[in-house]
């Protein structure tokens, strides 16, 4: 969701530029890779289903904060969070989707598809229905209770795990 919502806020209620949205994607990108390493080393100390969890949580903070930018520094300021939930979101997910299929050859690539391909209808569902019922800026609220939902219920499906 953040992918289409993102340029979207950025341009009309955050009143920024089409160049902000460029040198705010490479901060986001280059903290990412710094948090990736940094979850990573986490993960010696909390399962994949806290982490997860926790990474979670902070993008939907993010996602929150974002439908109140009403200027270019505010979606700057969120970077460095922005930066740390998606460096969870994007190298946690494989590894514990593989853990779950450990005993299962050939599925991994399989679950990794499916999980792609009903993530982005979901979100595009979600898009269309927060914005006919909101702005761009209250289907980011939208996007964040899906996100805190989605990860509720893993952890009440998974509560083995935590």
Same mark, same amino acid.
């Given at each position: 969701? &953040?992918?289409?919502?993102?340029? %979207?806020?950025? /341009? ?6 089409? *160049? ?9 990108? =280059? ?5 990736? +390493?940094?979850?990573?080393? %986490? @993960?010696?100390? +909390? ?5 997860? *969890?926790?990474?979670? =949580? ?6 929150? %904060? ?17 930066? !740390? ?14 853990? @779950? ?8 690539? $399989? @679950? !990794?598809?499916? &999980?792609?391909? =009903? ?5 595009? !569902?979600?898009?269309? *229905?927060? /914005?006919?019922? /909101?702005?761009?800026?209250?289907? $980011?609220?939208?996007? $964040? ?9 893993? %952890?009440? @499906? ?5």
């Amino acid at each position: 969701m &953040n992918d289409a919502i993102f340029p %979207l806020v950025v /341009t009309g209620a955050a009143r920024g530029t089409v *160049a902000d949205i460029g040198i705010l994607v490479g901060i986001v990108a =280059l903290l990412e890779v710094v948090f990736i +390493i940094i979850w990573s080393r %986490l @993960l010696r100390h +909390i399962s994949q289903l806290a982490a997860l *969890a926790a990474g979670a =949580l902070i993008y939907a903070v993010y996602l929150l %904060l974002l439908a109140f930018a009403h200027e270019p520094w505010h979606v700057y300021a969120l970077t460095l969070i922005s930066g !740390i939930g998606a460096a969870s979101l994007i190298s946690i997910p494989i590894t514990y989707l593989q853990d @779950l299929i450990a005993e299962r050859p050939g599925l991994g690539s $399989a @679950l !990794i598809s499916v &999980n792609i391909f =009903l993530s982005a209808g979901l979100s595009a !569902i979600l898009f269309a *229905a927060g /914005t006919a019922i /909101t702005s761009y800026s209250g289907t $980011a609220v939208v996007s $964040a209770l899906s996100g805190l939902l989605g990860i509720a219920w893993l %952890l009440f @499906l998974d509560r083995r795990r935590c």
